[in-house]
């Protein structure tokens, strides 16, 4: 390296470097420095690196930057890992590192990623033990592009720093620069505080901690007085409190920091009192107020920070203050916007880019003009008339307290900016004014439309989001509203089940959403044992909630039968809708809607699924008009349960045969739902997939309009025809479990902190995994490894010891264990109870889809056994785990049709046949059902098992306490006999 080359590079005198010089085309690092702003202190070169511990000119303070080139052979990638790490030992300083790695973390970090490799696993882990974080890459998921015609594309380049790092330097986010001649594009780490507009009210829930609050609120609640409708009044009060509470926080809460830096001054002068002289009886007394008012002050800066971090699942009182603090900040950083691609345009001025978002949002929630069909032709299901009239009964104040109790305290406010931990602990003082909103919206059927004004929140959907697409709009609704939603939502759930097909799983009671994927896996498992060919299509709706409808919905509503106060009800919750976009934490723009519903409106699920049942009963017309034809599943000779299409929520799968005809009906009738609906099937995210030997999949894909998949894939977040004990499809969930430790850096958790995390969060992020596939050997070992290095941390390379064995770990606290999952016997116990579902629940559609396939033994509380090769069908290994059952399991008697009478465990402790086995070596009839033995007579229950003889004196005794026994059975005869 020379100075010529350095200069070409930087200019001016003040410029210094240090470098380490190529081997060949590759391996060189150079970091240079301006050194007005930073001053040289020490200096490290190694054979991939180059470490500068610098201190800034203009405040002193010092930090390290090491630069990197990683080497491509494994061999010497773990010699660079350990120079990093004895980097990491060097200084104790804030830290960054940047450069090449040439490794990738994650699957998608290459355009042809499949799965994790074990040089993915190593390059997180040493990331995870050097306690660095890893930014978004802004931009584009790529730093390097190559190969033949460029087609291979990798993120090798990246910056990662400590978190005192990010503190020192605020804000700082990395992005891709354009790439003028090198195969890598450059990358750029800028710092710097992020500029934050005015902040909308927020109630602080610490505020609730405060002594006498509830006297204050008593006090401010009943000096506010205002004229007119109880939600007029409502919003007007709401609107006076914010001020008082802006007020009193200023001038008599104070500022959480001085408050106890105060206090800890007191603390202090105490303390250093008693050095010189014992105190009196009076001054211990004031130190020990010092210490209570030390310890309240840090549990309410504890409680603030939670509630903005919204990491709900930790209790505040652990010290994990710190933990809260970095995760709102990473929140408030990962949603933060300073630039956006709107309508394929860059916006980059702050103004320029406000008024694109709302006019953006504008547009998506405006209902374009013209004729939509009607469904007055369709056969939906209704509602009974007492069915409707229970919807609209006057609302009961413990229905609505119910209802807050089941709201989130802690989460994110509306435009009101008032939490439901703030209407739970004041609801004494405020439920005469809430029970007379609801009373008022009962029999008036609207409040003020002030009180449903809407705070639209984007959310990322993927890291490093920088097109207005690639962002979901979630509604923050006020919480008097969220609460009246929460009431009517509560009242809708419980008769969804009578106008919902089957063929939908979301949100109906008693059903499930891995029902559905059972029934997909088994029905792709079935075409292929038949060597049937056959297409799957998966649907994916564009902006499916934004997109619906309100005529279309109310006319679905009246057509299933809910009445017209009801309705009258939904079109004022759903049609006076007013928007502001929340941009970086201040509202913009405030407009109204004309289409759409709200993803954070706990109505808007219910209203989505019954909008979804038109496509369904469409989709069932299609079928008997001989127009689709579905998948028979299960069976032989056709003989199978047919299965045309499943639903959740949005998520849509068809089942067709191998025609081009079949593909130009279904898209009419896609067209035809969207002209009634508004809802769009997007297309370019569709996939056709084909089952089995299809010979033109992509002229049928063409024929729709639709991409070509393939299996395996995905339904719902889980594998779809998939190989049985695949390592593959656990991929994921390893790498979710590291994404996750990589926002939660154990130095910021309590050792308590890090338990909860792992019983609470860690150990159930595979639970829906488990619930439905084998964990295999090897995966559980991986999972439980990241947990025990978790929960006994380290800071460096050297793994600290495990101090008690992990089986020791996973027992309960009444065992001595910490109560943590373990995840075989959790996995054993959820397939388990697939079995014990298939005893209990007749009629569901995914016990249908099973019987034909593998039968069903005597009395039908279990399948057969199931014979021959694995497949991709999930039901062999959950009716292997059922075998756990076997003698385990207790009977309840019902209409006593499924009981066997002397060796089920009906009666008590244990079977007949055990408990009286000389009687039973007598017994006529060994195997006979409870309903054979049992004969109704007049006075009663007449019980008259069956014998091959009379009875010997001796056993006279056996026979009374045998029929002492069962007559002490209670039978339930107007249910059906279950599992218990």
Known sequence: MSMGIVRSLGVGRFLEWRAINSRGAAGGVLVFWDNRLVELLEVEEGMFTVSCRFKNCEDGLRWVFTGVYGPVNSRDREVFWEELGSIKGLWSDPWCVGGDFNAIRYPEERSRGRGLSTSMRRFTEVVEDLELRDYPLQGGPFTWRGGLNNQSQSRLDRFLVTDDWDRLFNGAVQGVLARPVSDHFPILLEGGGLKRGPSPFRFENMWLEEKGFMDQMKRWWGSLSFTGSFSFVLDAKLRALKDILKSWNKEVFGLIDSKKREALRQVEHWDEVEKHSPLSLEDCEARKEAQEAYKSWVLREEISWRQKSRELWLKEGDNNTKFFHRMANFHFRRNWLSKLKVNGCWHTEENELKSSVVGAFKALYTEEGGWRPSVEGLSLRRLASCEAEGLETPFLEGEVYAALSNLGKDKAPGPDGFTMAFWLFCWDVVKMEIMGFFKEFHERGRFVKSLNATFLVLVPKKGGAEDLKDFRPISLVGSLYKLLAKVLANRIKKVMGKVISESQNAFVEGRQILDAVLIANEAVDSRLRDEEGGVLCKLDIEKAY???????????????????????????????????????????????????????????????????????????????????????????????????????????????????????????????????????????????????????????????????????????????????????????????????????????????????????????????????????????????????????????????????????????????????????????????????????????????????????????????????????????????????????????????????????????????????????????????????????????????????????????????????????????????????
């Not at 706990?602 to 017309?621: H, K, Q, T, W």
């Not at 460096?796 to 770990?809: A, E, F, S, Y």
């Not at 959790?826 to 569901?844: D, G, H, Q, Y």
């Open 546 to 980: 934004d997109h619906v409808c309100w005529k279309f919905l109310l006319a679905v509503l009246k057509k299933m039968g809910f009445g017209e106060r009801w309705l009258k009800w939904i079109e004022w919750c759903i049609s006076t809708v007013k928007f502001s976009v929340l941009i970086n934490g201040s509202p913009t723009g405030f407009f109204q809607s004309s289409r759409g519903l709200r993803q954070g409106d706990p109505l808007s699920p219910y209203l989505f699924v019954i909008a979804m049942e038109v496509f369904s009963c469409m989709v069932g017309r299609a079928i008997s008009g001989g127009f689709l034809s579905g998948w028979k599943v299960g069976g032989r000779s056709g003989l199978g349960l047919p299965i045309s299409h499943l639903l959740f929520a949005d998520d849509t799968l068809v089942f067709c045969e191998e025609s081009a005809d079949q593909m130009t009906y279904l898209s009419w009738l896609l067209m035809w739902f969207e002209a009634c609906s508004g809802l769009k099937i997007n297309l370019e995210k569709s996939e056709l997939i084909s089952v089995g030997r299809v010979h033109d999949i992509e002229g049928l894909a063409l024929e729709l309009g639709c991409k070509v998949g393939r299996l395996p894939s995905c339904y719902l977040g889980l594998p779809l025809g998939a190989p049985f004990n695949s390592l593959a499809v656990w991929d994921g969930v390893e790498e979710r479990f590291r994404r996750r430790l990589a926002m939660w850096k154990r130095q910021y958790i309590s050792k308590g902190g890090r338990l909860t995390l792992i019983r609470s969060t860690l150990s159930s992020m595979p639970i829906y995994f488990m619930s439905l596939f084998h964990l295999p050997r090897k995966v559980r070992l991986r999972l439980e490894k990241i947990q025990r290095d978790f929960l006994w941390g380290g800071g460096d390379l050297i793994q600290k010891p495990h101090l008690v064995r992990w089986n020791v770990v996973c027992l309960g606290n009444n065992k001595g264990g910490l109560g943590v999952k373990n995840l075989a016997l959790m996995n054993s116990a959820l397939l388990c109870k697939w079995n014990w579902r298939f005893a209990n629940e007749r009629e569901v559609l995914w016990r249908r889809v099973i019987m034909p396939k593998d039968g069903e033994e005597e009395g039908g509380w279990r399948t057969r056994d199931a014979i021959g090769r694995n497949g991709v069908g999930l039901w062999k290994a959950i009716r292997k785990k059922g075998r756990l059952l076997d003698g385990k399991l207790d009977y309840q008697v019902g209409n006593r049709k499924r009981v066997k009478f002397w060796k089920d465990k009906w009666c008590e402790d244990g079977p007949l046949c055990e408990s009286f086995p000389s009687l039973f070596s007598i017994s006529l009839t060994k195997n006979a059902w409870v309903s054979e033995v049992w004969n109704p007579v007049s006075d009663g229950d007449g019980w008259t098992p069956l014998f091959t003889r009379a009875f010997n004196d001796w056993e006279i005794e056996l026979v009374e306490r045998l029929l002492q026994k069962i007559h002490a059975c209670r039978v339930q005869r107007d249910e059906e006999d279950k599992v218990i």
